[in-house]
């Protein structure tokens, strides 16, 4: 059973390139999200997904895109990336939204040069 | 605004009990996790609390005050693979999740 599989574990890219982080569950969890975690900050909420088909924005949305085209999957893409998106970047999943347990992904650390 | 405040790091002794604290200021209330996450990997759940008083799981027990905005966790008898960060998380009105940054624990032979 893989839970959350998160892809690049690890990524070095340049400023301005786009990039998508894959996210893919199988546990047909409704609710999906995105965080980033850095260093002596909570984790902060991206985007999120209540269901299939709908996206909501997180406390830092700026700069990230999300879409929900179907239960499983759950893509981030950095249209232009930045020096300031560099961050660990962990997707999450919940039976359903708001006080359901999170399940997360093992993360993906992305470095913006 | 909203705010979670957990000490930054704690040190403690293995075989020992160790108390977390967390408080917190939010708008609304309508549950509290803690989650366990050791060095580079991904946080994973622990507890949850939405009612007043003491949940008990094994050698982690974890404390809610609502009226105080206020949780602890407790974690008895230490190992050293407890070593890592805990998490406090509040679930506001709009039933999004507030997270503190995070108490980085260390145990000591």
Redesign the interface.
Known sequence: IAGITQAPTSQILAAGRRMTLRCTQDMRHNAMYWYRQDL??????IHYSNTAGTTGK?EVPDGYSVSRANTDDFPLTLASAVPSQTSVY?CASSES???G???????SRLTVL | GQN?DQP?EMTATEGAIVQINCTYQTSGF??L?W?QQHAG?????LS?N?LDGLEEKGRFSSFLSRSKGYSYLLLKELQMKDSASY?C?V?DSN????????TKLIIKP
């Open positions: 002596g900050l909570g984790l902060r909420l997180g962990f939204g708001g006080t347990e999170l399940f997360f992904g093992e993360g | 979670i930054t309508n549950g996790f989650y990997e991904a946080p994973t759940f949850y939405v998490l998380a679930v039933y999004q999740l507030i997270w503190g940054a995070g």
